[in-house]
Nanobody, 116 residues
Framework: QVQLVESGGELVQPGGSLRLSCAAS????????MGWYRQAPGKQRDFVAS???????DYADSVKGRFTISRDNAKNTAFLQMNNLMPEDTAVYYC??????????WGQGTQVTVSS
């Protein structure tokens, strides 16, 4: 089993920056990829970014050029650097991990609010 805990979400002004963290524990050796999803009120959960153990990175079109995903393998922690934040980025952000046997794990979510 893998446990994921997100942190770093808070209220920020438009144009500001925020860095989210996702700490993985448990059977971390089984993780093959990590990523981030987000869900706004009344909306479905959408893909944001992902990073495989082999270094492949993918981003949603809405965040390309503004968000950066990274991972510290030694600390079993993934990050999402968010720059030039806009009100439409407001959502609960969820950390995601996939294992080598294609099991999926989710964090509890962290709230990001972009508002003046």
């Amino acid at each position: 089993q893998v446990q994921l805990v997100e942190s770093g979400g808070e209220l920020v002004q438009p144009g500001g920056s925020l860095r989210l963290s996702c700490a993985a524990s448990g059977s971390t050796f089984a993780i093959s990829a990590m990523g981030w999803y987000r869900q706004a009120p009344g909306k479905q959960r959408d893909f944001v970014a992902s990073l495989t153990n082999g270094g492949r990175i993918d981003y949603a079109d809405s965040v390309k050029g503004r968000f950066t995903i990274s991972r510290d393998n030694a600390k079993n922690t993934a990050f999402l650097q968010m720059n030039n934040l806009m009100p439409e980025d407001t959502a609960v952000y969820y950390c995601h991990a996939r294992s080598w046997i294609e099991s999926d794990y989710w964090g509890q979510g962290t709230q990001v609010t972009v508002s003046s």
